[in-house]
Every structure is written in C-alpha cells, then in structure tokens.
C-alpha cells in the first residue's frame, strides 16, 4: 500500500529550529506538499517541493530527497504561533487529484 | 475575498437521514475535493473533482456521494448516514492538482451521526 510516515509531536522552545520528517511509500512520485493546521481551523498550503533539494519560503523552508523517500519541513526562529499540525501530502498517481496525507505532526513550541 | 464555503459549520442528524453538506469556491478553481479527518487518522480523501461532471472515488467513497454541475460547486451527500460518519469534514478546491498548486480549504462541517 501507499503510506506516508511522521512522527506524531514535537516540541520546541520559541526562536528555536525544529525539523519535522516525512518518509513516503509510494508506487510512483509526483511531488511532496506540506500543510499546516492550527487547532479548530482548516489546513493551510504551506509548500511542494517536485525536485530534489530545499525550498525557502520566510521561515519555513521545505526539503526533500527523492532518492530516499524522504522530505521535511524546517522552521526556523520559531514563534508561539506556530504551534499546529503539520501534515506531509503526496499524489498517488500523475495528473489526478487522489492525495494520501500523513496523519499529522503535532508541534508545541514553548515560551 | 478568495474562498471555499461549506454549510453547515456544525450538523447532528440521525442514522438514515439523508443529508447534504455544501461546498462552495469563488476562485474560478477547476479541482475540488472532500477530506475527512479523524483523530489519528489525518486527512482522508473522499471524492475528487477534476473538472465539471468529472469525478472520482478518493480513499474513503463508501457512503458518500457528489455532483459536479457546476465549476464553483460540490456538494457532498450523505443517502443513509450512520454513526461511523460522525467526522469533521472538509471541502478544498485548486487551481491545478491540489498536490503542486495546493488545496485552499473550507472552514470545515463537524457532523454527528446518532
């Protein structure tokens, strides 16, 4: 089957880096998104990352490695606000819109 | 302001009542979507939408239904609801397949099956 593997929570301290990974089990690759989703709202697009290497947007930049299944998203000077869940999501086929997502980050950052 | 609209926000209905849950976007986006989310369990795709009268089963289509009339609009029906469809629910539309353009969300429908 297709499956995608986070760890369920990490916890940080504000102004801290936190790294939160992603391995994917897929019978083929289209690309790797990243959402976040603050509790009792909806998720938010954050990223997507096709290639291989990091993607820069403020401070959140997101990674991935095509070779090893395998992406993450870093955030960088963490703020309170940031505390969510983050949720990795692949395409299971080329050109649908059939998605599988990760079942979610939980990230506590502390004053 | 850009944004997908679901109705109701909140539903408790009982077991065999059919229900419509409504979906909504006015960005002119040719995919849409519905997810639920269960606790452990992430986002579950439902049914997608590639384009008007274009549609296709997502992980979990058991129980649901959906249309496509119309580009701005895809409800989701629910013919027999039962309790294991208690859930929070979620509508998405893009511009392009939600995995690069990335989904825009509604505010979600928590519904409750008795």
């Known amino acids: 089957g297709q499956s995608l593997e986070q760890p369920s929570e990490v916890t940080a301290v504000e102004g801290a880096i936190v790294q939160i990974n992603c391995t994917y089990q897929?019978?083929?690759?289209?690309?790797l998104s990243w959402y976040q989703q603050h509790d009792g709202g909806a998720p938010t697009f954050l990223s997507y990352?096709?290639?291989?290497g990091l993607e820069e947007t403020g401070r959140f930049s997101s990674f991935l490695s095509r070779s090893d299944s395998y992406g993450y998203l870093l955030l960088q000077e963490l703020q309170m606000k940031d505390s969510a869940s983050y949720f990795c999501a692949v395409p299971t086929s080329y050109n649908t819109d059939k998605l599988i997502f990760g079942t979610g980050t939980r990230l506590q950052v502390f004053p | 302001e850009a944004q997908v609209t679901q109705n109701p926000r909140y539903l408790i209905t009982v077991t065999g009542k059919k229900l419509t849950v409504t979906c909504s976007q006015n960005m002119n986006h040719e995919y849409m979507s519905w997810y639920r989310q269960d606790p452990g369990l992430g986002l579950r795709q439902i049914y997608y939408?590639?384009?008007?009268?274009?549609?296709d089963k997502g992980d979990v289509p058991e129980g649901y239904k959906v249309s496509r009339k119309e580009k701005r609009n895809f409800p989701l029906i629910l013919e027999s609801p039962s309790p294991n469809q208690t859930s929070l629910y979620f509508c998405?539309?893009?511009?392009?397949?939600?995995?690069?353009?990335?989904?825009?969300f509604g505010s979600g429908t928590r519904l409750t099956v008795v």
């Open positions: 939408s590639m384009n008007v009268e274009v549609t």
């Open positions: 897929t019978s083929g690759f289209y690309g």
């Open positions: 998405a539309s893009s511009l392009g397949t939600g995995g690069d353009y990335g989904y825009t």
């Open positions: 990352n096709a290639l291989d």
